[in-house]
Structures are given as C-alpha cells and as structure tokens.
C-alpha cells in the first residue's frame, strides 16, 4: 500500500529517484476512483519508482509548494525535483506511461 506521508517524511520519500506523489483528500471522489490504480502502478513498478500519498487536509504546505489547486493531482519527482504534472482523473496506461518518461 502507498504510503501516506507528512513533511518530514515527504522530504526523505521524495529525495531520491523517480516517485510519484498522489495529492488526495478523503472526501474526494475522484480520488477514491483513482487510489486502487494508484495501489496497483506502486506494486507494478516496484523497485523502479517510488509511489507516495499526500492528503491536502493533513499537509496543505506540502500541496501549496506543488501548487496544487484540484485534486486528485498526481507530481512526479525525480531526485526531489519536480518533472510533470497529471490532474484529475487519469487512465493507468497513461498514467504509467507517464512514469516511464522518467525512468
């Protein structure tokens, strides 16, 4: 399961390599829709890229340095520096496809 980080934790999980950052808050549906393909992508690409989870409500400044303003919102990372951006709801192929551009 991805993990649910908070700013300490986020700076050390995102430092190194390609991780991708899902932006999600509880109440969001489209998040929800959105959490069992992100789940699978982690598993899948294990040991490639790193797939961590930011929740808006508990960690806004973390959402505020990306510019995050809807969500769900999907930041790949690589070496702790921001390479692109998905918002909303994404397919997996694409996302995946996405994520490969970077490793």
Same mark, same amino acid.
């Given at each position: !399961?991805?993990?649910?980080? %908070?700013? +300490?934790? #986020?700076?050390? +999980? @995102?430092?190194?390599?390609?991780?991708?950052?899902? =932006? =999600?808050?509880?109440? *969001?549906?489209? *998040?929800?829709? /959105? @959490?069992? &393909? #992100?789940?699978? /992508?982690?598993?899948? !690409?294990?040991?490639?890229?790193? =797939?961590?989870?930011?929740?808006?409500? $508990?960690?806004?400044?973390?959402?505020?340095?990306?510019? &995050?303003?809807?969500?769900?919102? !999907?930041?790949? /990372?690589?070496?702790?520096? %921001?390479?692109? !951006?998905?918002?909303? =709801?994404?397919?997996?192929?694409?996302? $995946? +496809?996405?994520? +490969?551009?970077? /490793?």
């Amino acid at each position: !399961m991805a993990k649910v980080v %908070r700013s +300490e934790e #986020f700076k050390i +999980e @995102s430092a190194e390599g390609v991780v991708v950052v899902d =932006f =999600f808050a509880n109440w *969001c549906a489209p *998040c929800k829709m /959105l @959490s069992p &393909i #992100f789940e699978e /992508l982690g598993q899948e !690409m294990e040991g490639k890229a790193k =797939f961590i989870k930011v929740d808006v409500d $508990q960690s806004p400044e973390i959402a505020m340095q990306y510019g &995050i303003t809807n969500i769900p919102a !999907m930041v790949i /990372l690589k070496d702790g520096e %921001r390479q692109d !951006m998905m918002v909303g =709801f994404s397919p997996k192929a694409g996302i $995946q +496809e996405k994520v +490969e551009q970077y /490793l």
